[in-house]
């Protein structure tokens, strides 16, 4: 007798399963849940992606603008807060600019090359501020290398792009521009 009654139940069991596996209710809920995440994933990383770009491109042509009048402005010997404000004022997407955006420049000789550094100068906002690294004007006919380093907070800091990119200590981004230019005679 309890034999029969648990195979009932144990019948009853069986099928119900396999009426919920035959079941077609819910299957787009199943496939929205399943897709949904992935797609806002990759929208969310092309926008930051996007972001990146355009400050990216923005502070190289700052930059290059103005090398360009410095190149062309003969015997004005600028000083790094003077060439960082017109870089700041020339690329329009650089947030509170004093703070996160640092410029190196240094002499460089041609026929007794030397490499430049090649970590970039760049702001910590964790760390005390620090005296700017290299900044030397040079004097007519000279090669000059200068490097702009950028600092700013991503949009989306613990996933996607900005979890595998250069991060200071603080999780702020980095992205640097660099030119070089020969000094107009005097």
Known sequence: MIRAALQRK????????????DREDGTATVEFAIVIPSFFFILMNTVELGLITIQQSMLERALDQTVRELRLSTGAAKQHNEIRDEVCQRSGFIDDCATSLRLEMV?????????????PDCINRVEDVQPVRNFINGDSNELMFIRACMAFNPVF???GLASHM???????????ATSAFVQEPR
């Open 10 to 21: 144990w019948h009853k069991g069986i099928a119900a399963l396999r009426r919920f596996r």
């Open 107 to 119: 002499q460089v000789d041609p026929y007794a090359w030397t490499p430049v550094n090649p970590e």
């Open 157 to 159: 800091p613990f996933w």
């Open 166 to 176: 250069d991060t200071d200590a603080d999780g702020r981004l980095r992205i640097y």
